[in-house]
């Protein structure tokens, strides 16, 4: 299994900041990486897809990059409701496996 | 609109089986793979696999190989998981998602709770 180590779990910003995550795969996966916000208590949301693309709807303060093995998730302007875990997802490979998470507090 | 509409919660014992639905509308059901994901309580997530509904073609994660069957009713627009053998540590809300290499709508999730 492509094992995709993401870090920090948990992080802790303040308003107007800008916050980065990183995920790292366990061998190359080219670009094939989506991202993925989860509130308390709901489903997951795309938010980015093939590293970089932004999901429909999805405010511009998100984005992401990256490539082979290192990929970033980044939020320009940290919002309140922001406040969330994140994960990122490879499908490189089958089975398709997400990162650990990160926990964002405000 | 895409909406995935899922089963209501259960409760079962260790060594039972369990078959969540996942009822989807808005787009044309046959042409878009349907995943299942799990989720244990402050746990990450986790794939189990995905049906294409045209074809009824199957993709399990290994470690559920053998224990989790995906199948789908054409007529109805739903997708169903069943696992079975159930352990405590079975006990997660079950999603299923939309897509193919991505999952862009999400059902709300099934909670199954596995105990004695």
């Known amino acids: 299994d492509i094992q995709m180590t993401q870090s920090p779990s948990s992080l802790s910003a303040s308003v107007g900041d800008k916050v980065t995550i990183t995920c790292q795969a366990s061998q190359d996966i080219t670009n094939y990486v989506n991202w993925y916000q989860q509130r308390p208590g709901k489903a997951p949301k795309l938010l980015i897809y093939q590293t970089s693309n932004l999901e429909k709807g999805v405010p511009s303060r998100f984005s992401g990059s990256g490539s082979r093995t290192d990929f970033t998730f980044t939020i320009s302007s940290l919002q309140p409701e922001d406040i969330a875990t994140y994960y990122c997802?490879?499908?490189?490979?089958?089975?398709?496996?997400f990162g650990g998470g990160t926990r964002l507090e405000i | 609109q895409v909406q995935l509409v899922q089963s209501g919660a259960e409760m079962k014992k260790p060594g039972a089986s369990v078959k969540v639905s996942c009822r989807t509308s808005g787009y044309p059901f046959g042409a878009f793979y349907v995943h299942w994901v799990r989720q244990a309580p402050g746990q990450g997530l986790e794939w189990l696999g995905r049906i294409l509904p045209d074809s009824a073609g199957t993709a399990y994660s290994p470690k559920f190989q053998g224990r989790v069957t995906i199948t789908r009713d054409m007529s109805i627009g739903t997708v169903y998981m069943e696992l079975s053998s159930l352990r405590p540590d079975d006990t997660a809300v079950y999603y299923c998602?939309?897509?193919?290499?991505?999952?862009?709508?999400w059902g709300q999730g099934t909670l199954v709770a596995v105990s004695s």
């Open positions: 997802q490879q499908y490189d490979d089958f089975p398709l496996t």
């Open positions: 998602a939309r897509g193919d290499s991505l999952f862009d709508f």
